[in-house]
T-cell receptor
Framework: SQQGEEDPQALSIQEGENATMNCSYK?????LQWYRQNSGRGLVHLIL?????REKHSGRLRVTLDTSKKSSSLLITASRAADTASYFC????????????FGQGTRLTINP | DAGITQSPRHKVTETGTPVTLRCHQT?????MYWYRQDPGHGLRLIHY???????DKGEVSDGYSVSRSKTEDFLLTLESATSSQTSVYFC??????????????FGEGSRLTVL
């Protein structure tokens, strides 16, 4: 079963607006990662946040992590058409798992 | 971009035939992964490797086998392809694992159609 679940499944906004995507997970984690996938391409890593961190920034990206609620959010500010893609969260497990488990993704469309 | 090459990129085959997908990396990363991506399921881990000749099963390993005889190559084999294995397959690599899992670098995917 999927560890992470993204919400919403699809999001359509106007260029320049902010986009927020959420991820919920089930078990304790060491870290949570966000990836982007352009249509027909492989996934690209965006940001990693560790379980002892609450917020992390990278350019126009802001990620928050609430381990008490087992949830994370990805905020993209001042969206651009090039941000159109699917976004996935991925979590590991503190059991020493050497793998990431991905959610089903949020399809983000930026309208010009 | 990380040096990951998947081959073939596209393949159409018939039910019951064997299929091998190859993932080749030039990064000398220890960890290698095979995922499949299907609508409504996201990415699901098939098998992974944590070193030469060291592999383990993922969440959807039935019907698949893997081999890693050298650091740079990770092969995924479907011994007898079925229509349910029609999917896009992604290889990924990482230089960290265990409790310190790091970012994954993905290949461009291999689209397999089983008729």
């Amino acid at each position: 079963s999927q560890q992470g679940e993204e919400d919403p499944q699809a999001l359509s906004i106007q260029e320049g607006e902010n986009a927020t995507m959420n991820c919920s997970y089930k078990t304790s984690i060491n870290n949570l990662q966000w990836y982007r996938q352009n249509s027909g391409r492989g996934l690209v890593h965006l940001i990693l946040i560790r379980s002892n961190e609450r917020e992390k920034h990278s350019g126009r990206l802001r990620v928050t992590l609430d381990t008490s609620k087992k949830s994370s959010s990805l905020l993209i500010t001042a969206s651009r058409a090039a941000d159109t893609a699917s976004y996935f969260c991925a979590t590991d497990g503190i059991q020493g798992a050497q793998k990431l488990v991905f959610g089903q993704g949020t399809r983000l469309t930026i309208n010009p | 971009d990380a040096g990951i090459t998947q081959s073939p990129r596209h393949k159409v085959t018939e039910t019951g035939t064997p299929v091998t997908l190859r993932c080749h990396q030039t990064e000398n990363h220890r960890y290698m992964y095979w995922y499949r991506q299907d609508p409504g399921h996201g990415l699901r881990l098939i098998h992974y490797s944590y070193g030469v000749k060291d592999t383990d099963k993922g969440e959807v390993s039935d019907g698949y086998s893997v081999s890693r005889s050298k650091t740079e190559d990770f092969l995924l084999t479907l011994e007898s392809a079925t229509s349910s294995q029609t999917s896009v397959y992604f290889c990924a690599i990482s230089d960290r694992g265990g409790a310190n899992t790091g970012e994954l670098f993905f290949g461009e995917g291999s689209r397999l159609t089983v008729l």
